[in-house]
C-alpha cells in the first residue's frame, strides 16, 4: 500500500512540505521519510521534483541504498504516475534503468524484455505488442506480469495513447474492426473516455484512416454516431473539438452529407402512393446535384414525431436532427419534415409532401431560421407568403407543382446561382 492509498491529499501535500524542508536542512532522511519522498516526487503541492536539490537528494539516496525498497517504490511511483513532461522524470528513468540488473527480478526481465523503465520505448513496445494481440492497456499490462496496476495509472494512460497512435497509422485496416478496438482501448463501459487527456488520439484513431479515401455510406454512419457520443455535435457543440480542426471539417462534411439523406431517405418512406414518389425522386435528384456540384454549406433536419423515431432507428442513436414544437400557426403532420440548408449567405427550408420551398437570401434577415437549433415552429421555417408563390430580391417560395417540367427546379436554381455564383444546369438534376 503507497501512500496515496494511505493518507489524504491534505495529509500528502503536508508530507511533502515537511520533507522538503528537511531535505531543504540536510538531513538524512530515514527508510520511511525517503519511502514518503518517493511518493511525493510529482503527486503533492508541493511536488518534491519541482525542486532541483531535493530530488538530486533523493536519487542519490535511492543510488546509494543498499536495500531495494527505495527502488521498488520509485518503479511504482514511475508506472502509478507516469508522465515523462514532468520534472525530473526523464533523469528517474534513467535510474531505474541503471538500477534494474542491480535489483533483479522481476524489474530486470521488465527491463530487458519490455524496456520498460525507458519512458518512450517502455510504454510503445508493450502498446506494439498489444496491438498485436488485441489487448487493452489492462490486459497487456496483465500480460507481462503488471496487472496489479491501476487501470486508471499513468503507464496504462501512455500504453493507450499509443495504442489509439497505431490505430490513426493503420494497424487495423479494416473500418469496422477498427471502430471497436477504440472502444475496447479507449472507453468505459458507458462509452466515456477512459482518460480525459486522449481527445485528439481517439479522434485521429477513428477517423485519420479516412483521409485518402471516404468510405461508404453505411461505415460513415457507424463512426459518426460513435465520435458524436464521446464528442457531441460539432454544428452545436464546437469547442472540444478545437483541437482537430482538420478532422473536425471531415466530420462536418459528413453531417451535413447525412442530413440530405435523413430528409430524402425518411421522407421517402413515408410516401404512401405513386404520384408522392414520383415527385420525391424529382426532389432527391435535385438536393443531391446541389450537394455534389457544392452549393450546401450546412445542412438540418427538422423532423415531427413519425420522421424522428424512424432517424434514431436508421442512424443511431447519436444523429444530429430537430424536431417540432407545438408553437407553430401551421398543423405538422406526423410524417413531416423540413430540410434546412446553408447556400452561401442564404437559407433554404424545404419542407416535405405537399410543403414548398422557402429561401431568404440573407441569412442574417429576422425571419430567417437559425441553424442547427433542436426545437422549431413550423413558423420559423416559413415565409409568410399568403397561399401563394412569391419571389422577390429578399425572398423565394416556391411549390413543387409539375416536377417533370423542371420549372420549381429552375426557379431555385437560379437563385442558388444568385447565392453562389455556382450555377446547376438542368442536365445536373434530371431524375
Not at 488485441?134 to 496487472?147: D, E, F, I
Request: a positive charge.
Amino acid at each position: 500500500m503507497n501512500i496515496a492509498e494511505r493518507v489524504d491529499a491534505v495529509s500528502m501535500n503536508q508530507i511533502a512540505m515537511d520533507l522538503l524542508k528537511l531535505l531543504h536542512s540536510g538531513v538524512s532522511l530515514t527508510s520511511k521519510q525517503l519511502r514518503d519522498a518517493i511518493w511525493c516526487l510529482w503527486g503533492t503541492t508541493p511536488a518534491l521534483a519541482d525542486h532541483p536539490e531535493a530530488f538530486d537528494a533523493i536519487m542519490n539516496m535511492i543510488r546509494s541504498s543498499t536495500k531495494r525498497n527505495p527502488f521498488r517504490n520509485l518503479a511504482a511511483v514511475y508506472l502509478v504516475q507516469f508522465s515523462p513532461r514532468q520534472p525530473g522524470f526523464v533523469e528517474a528513468s534513467s535510474v531505474l534503468q541503471n538500477l534494474a540488473v542491480r535489483w533483479g527480478e522481476p524489474w530486470s526481465g521488465y527491463q530487458q524484455d519490455y524496456n520498460l523503465y525507458d519512458c518512450i520505448e517502455g510504454p510503445r513496445m508493450i502498446a506494439g505488442a498489444a496491438l498485436q494481440r488485441n489487448q487493452s492497456a489492462t490486459q497487456a499490462l496483465q500480460a507481462v506480469g503488471l496487472g496489479a496496476l491501476n487501470a486508471q495509472s499513468g503507464f496504462a494512460e501512455a500504453i493507450t495513447r499509443e495504442l489509439l497512435v497505431g490505430l490513426a497509422n493503420g494497424a487495423e485496416p479494416d473500418h469496422e474492426s477498427r471502430l471497436k478496438r477504440v472502444q475496447a482501448y479507449a472507453l468505459d463501459s458507458h462509452g466515456k473516455p477512459l482518460f480525459n487527456t486522449l481527445d485528439l488520439e481517439i479522434a485521429e484513431a477513428l477517423m485519420k484512416p479516412f483521409n485518402t479515401r471516404p468510405p461508404e455510406k453505411s461505415i460513415k454512419d457507424l463512426f459518426l454516431n460513435l465520435i458524436l457520443s464521446i464528442f457531441g455535435d460539432p454544428r452545436i457543440r464546437p469547442v472540444r473539438w478545437e483541437r482537430f480542426p482538420t478532422i473536425k471539417a471531415m466530420v462536418i462534411a459528413w453531417l451535413t452529407e447525412q442530413s440530405l439523406r435523413q430528409f430524402l431517405d425518411i421522407v421517402s418512406n413515408s410516401m404512401s402512393s405513386e404520384a408522392d414518389e414520383r415527385m420525391w425522386k424529382y426532389r432527391r435528384a435535385f438536393w443531391e446535384a446541389a450537394h455534389h456540384k457544392g452549393l450546401i454549406r450546412g445542412a438540418w433536419v427538422v423532423f415531427a414525431e413519425e420522421g424522428a423515431k424512424l432517424a434514431r432507428r436508421s442512424f443511431g442513436k447519436n444523429s444530429g436532427f430537430a424536431t417540432f414544437n407545438n408553437h407553430g400557426s401551421r398543423y405538422v403532420q406526423k410524417t413531416h419534415a423540413v430540410l434546412l440548408l446553408e447556400v452561401g449567405n442564404g437559407i433554404v427550408a424545404d419542407w416535405s409532401h405537399s410543403g414548398k420551398v422557402n429561401i431568404w437570401s440573407n441569412a442574417q434577415n429576422r425571419t430567417a431560421p437559425k441553424m442547427y437549433k433542436l426545437s422549431y415552429s413550423s413558423d420559423d421555417v416559413q415565409i409568410r407568403s399568403g397561399s401563394g408563390d412569391m419571389e422577390t430580391g429578399d425572398y423565394l417560395v416556391k411549390s413543387h407543382v409539375s416536377p417533370s417540367t423542371y420549372s420549381w427546379q429552375r426557379a431555385v436554381a437560379q437563385r442558388l446561382y444568385l447565392l453562389t455564383n455556382m450555377r446547376l444546369q438542368q442536365t445536373d438534376y434530371l431524375a
